[in-house]
């Protein structure tokens, strides 16, 4: 593990113009400056603006790609590349397509405006005007399309300006043939306003949509849909859908949306499903068990399949009643079956006692398969049982006391947002327990932001500091003994809030990661207490946690065929995790004679003989992902490599996505027949369509924690303290300055790739037993 760095933050002033400044933030480390991607995180060293431009365009070539950035940026940044290109050739025309433009304004607009003044009424005039200058727009976008930057702004402050003129001689002429005709000034400004309309409507979209997002708006709340909807790529591609199809298009009704439309997401689903199913005899697929307790009580079990591809919605099962091992172990085996007990590797489920037998069973049934439960489950109740250490509950009601101040004032609260530019103190993440510890992360990165606001005579100016809580809360954040803890705490935890972001992550496949980054998790306790009394405290609530997954045959197979890891692991390490892979071997692969060939072709991966050796795959390494990579330099070892990319190819923990319930209750409690099947088959396009958008959509959203599908999970941070009564007025939440939001701390994209190298620590690994 290296030294932190430590960068201080600089402000990018308003003469960096280039649009690529928007999407970074500067820092500087002594003299260097150095930019950050607001998206991946990614910091360069060197390569200026341009090369972020890249980065961002997704250009590859001169370094790596940005997985994260949203698709408007990407096309933006691809457009400014291109359009910069040709920048050179082009700019020495500029004053000529000036000209040229000026020329075809005279020529085209103002004849077709006044030839027509005399002959026909107002109306005609100005419809006449609007599709003149529709013509000269439109041959001016085509023309924008083969131009640079430069020149496609400088055109376009140019033509509004000679666009503008030209209404206003519009306008003259209109005035003289009115005045001839007697005609009221009041006549003639009305007309006025509809020139200047009809060429907005040319030149593009009102940018005036407050009545557009005002419907929207109604909607959403008439229904009572969750306001996250929006972030729906489904919510995006219905507006863009509708915005094309023109005036003429009308709204499905209920009766189409229940029948032919649902009938029509039905196959389209079932299509995707199958394609997926088709690559499961190469890539196997895990079988993973989600428990759901609706609002109404009902215990519902969703059954999910995932490999490499991706993951899919199998079934929805009401077991509400029967959450007994008997039950449970024929529903997991019913699903195996059906998928087809060669393409299941694993059955990952909660880690209740009732599974844990439900699973023995299951292995029993089937030789050929492991169970195992949710890695992110077992994360969860190690933060759960660090949280109940007495030292680290007392930091959290510290730190909660501030928090339920500061969210339950719209005054205080939008001063804390100005002072840490848009970010909230509370971060929430996958529960309760490693919501309390990712809060405390984000105290420390606030620290300075924090402190300067409450010692600011802003603050001193605030009514809210001399109330209780505001008193308190300047007592905490001026005490060093707090800050000491939440960094120890950060020290200890930071890295397990790495691993559950492994476990859960869409954009790679866990299998390969998750060893190592329990590895790395107790390197950082052992480092951050050094005694092996204070550290072995948390090391056992680590063990007692973990102990089926760290020596789970798998887990340990993914470590040792992940060649990011495997070739810095020392030899007596090895020989232990190599154990577990001949335990996937043995049960993974039946045949005997098989079996063989793997064990001869390990020697060549050990050695890294033939293509394993060559200076591309030393330095794919790092860059591919571990299945990739022996699919790419696996040729020589054919059967280890089909092995291991079946292995690598595997998730470690459930899901995480909405869900919503509405239907999953209706179906459970009706008992008619018909209305069961259609709601199963919602229920089905519903999973499927979350699922594949999931793995779909790279774009992060970072939540207000105060939004209506935030507040489960951090409502013991934002509740009112016991003492605290708000006045009258003062929790208006429409006060709250939303436009704070330029530099947001996000986690990193990839824990994955900032596990490193290195496995040199026999304690580490020896998990509890002497060395």
């Not at 030899?571 to 039946?590: A, H, K, N």
């Not at 030393?618 to 571990?626: G, K, T, W, Y």
């Amino acid at each position: 593990m290296g030294s932190i760095i430590r960068l201080e933050e600089v402000p990018i002033t308003p003469l960096k113009r280039d649009p690529a400044w928007k999407h970074v933030q500067m820092f500087k480390s002594g003299k260097k400056e150095q930019l950050k991607c607001i998206y991946c995180l990614k910091l360069f060293n060197g390569g200026g603006i341009y090369r972020v431009k890249e980065h961002l365009a997704c250009k590859k070539g001169n370094g790596a790609v940005c997985t994260h950035v949203p698709k408007d940026v990407r096309l933006d940044m691809q457009q400014c590349l291109e359009d910069g290109g040709s920048r050179k050739s082009k700019s020495k025309s500029g004053n000529k397509q000036k000209k040229q433009k000026k020329q075809k304004i005279e020529e085209e607009v103002m004849p077709m405006v006044s030839n027509q003044v005399d002959e026909v009424d107002d109306e005609v005039v100005h419809a006449h005007a609007a599709e003149g200058m529709g013509k000269y727009v439109a041959m001016e976008k085509r023309k924008s399309q083969k131009d640079d930057e430069q020149i496609m702004v400088s055109n376009q402050v140019y033509g509004n300006h000679e666009v503008v003129h030209a209404g206003e001689r519009m306008s003259m002429n209109l005035e003289m043939t009115k005045k001839s005709k007697l005609v009221h000034s009041t006549d003639i400004d009305s007309d006025s306003e509809a020139v200047h309309e009809a060429k907005k409507n040319a030149l593009g979209p009102k940018k005036n949509d407050n009545h557009i997002k005002m419907a929207i708006g109604r909607f959403l709340y008439s229904v009572g849909a969750p306001f996250d909807a929006v972030n729906s790529i489904y919510f995006k591609q219905m507006v863009d859908v509708i915005s094309s199809s023109g005036s003429g298009f009308e709204c499905p009704s209920q009766r189409e949306l229940c029948g032919r439309v649902l009938k029509n997401c039905v196959e389209e689903v079932k299509i995707h499903v199958d394609r997926c199913r088709m690559k499961w005899g190469r890539t196997g697929c895990s079988i993973l068990v989600d428990q759901l307790t609706t609002e109404a009580g009902r215990v519902l079990l969703n059954f999910f399949a995932c490999s490499s591809d991706g993951i899919i919605c199998l079934k929805t099962f009401d077991a509400t009643g029967i959450l007994v091992p008997a039950k449970l172990y024929e529903l997991i085996r019913q699903v195996v079956e059906e998928v087809g007990v060669g393409q299941v590797l694993q059955v990952i489920t909660p880690g209740e006692e009732q599974y844990v037998v439900a699973g023995k069973w299951l292995t029993d049934t089937f030789p050929t398969l492991f169970w195992s439960p949710s890695a992110a489950y077992c994360i969860d109740l190690i933060f759960e049982d660090f949280g109940n250490l007495e030292w680290i509950s007392i930091v959290i009601e510290q730190a909660r006391s501030v928090t339920r101040f500061v969210y339950n004032s719209s005054a205080v609260l939008s001063m804390v947002r100005r002072y840490t530019l848009g970010n909230d103190i509370v971060d929430h993440t996958f529960s309760h327990s490693s919501t309390n510890f990712s809060t405390i992360k984000r105290f420390v990165d606030l620290k300075q932001k924090l402190q300067a606001m409450v010692t600011s005579q802003e603050w001193m100016d605030c009514p809210y500091s001399k109330k209780t809580e505001g008193l308190e809360m300047l007592d905490i954040l001026s005490d060093q003994v707090f800050w000491s803890s939440c960094e120890m705490i950060a020290h200890l935890t930071v890295p397990l809030l790495g691993v559950l972001r492994i476990a859960t992550s869409e954009s790679r496949p866990a299998m390969g990661y998750i060893y190592a980054g329990i590895y790395r998790a107790k390197e950082a306790i052992k480092k951050a207490l050094v005694k092996r009394e204070d550290y072995m405290v948390y090391w056992n609530i680590i063990h007692n946690r973990w102990e089926k997954l760290w020596n789970h045959p798998l887990h340990a197979a993914g470590f040792y065929l992940n060649p990011k890891f495997f070739y810095s692991i020392q030899g007596d390490m090895q020989t232990e995790i190599l154990s577990r892979l001949f335990d996937c071997i043995e049960r993974l692969v039946p045949d005997s004679k098989i079996q063989d060939k793997i064990v001869k072709e390990i020697s060549l991966y050990k050695t890294a003989a033939g293509d394993f050796g060559r200076k591309m795959a030393i330095r794919a390494r790092n860059n591919l992902l571990p299945s990739e990579w022996w699919s790419t330099y696996g040729g020589s070892c054919p059967n280890l490599s089909r092995l291991s990319i079946r292995i690598l190819g595997q998730t470690c923990s459930l899901p995480i996505c909405k869900r919503n319930q509405n239907s999953f209750q209706q179906k459970v409690t009706t008992g008619n027949f018909i209305v069961s099947q259609h709601l199963s088959d919602l229920a089905f396009v519903q999973h499927n369509l979350q699922l594949s958008q999931m793995f779909t959509s790279k774009e992060q959203t970072l939540s207000d924690p105060s939004f209506f599908n935030s507040i489960d999970m951090v409502e013991e941070w934002i509740r009112p303290g016991d003492l605290f009564v708000e006045e009258k007025g003062s929790s208006d939440w429409m006060v709250l300055d939303p436009s704070v939001n330029s530099t947001l701390i996000r986690p990193s994209n990839d824990e994955a790739e900032e596990l490193g190298e290195g496995f040199d620590d026999l304690e580490i690994f020896a998990y509890g037993k002497d060395v």
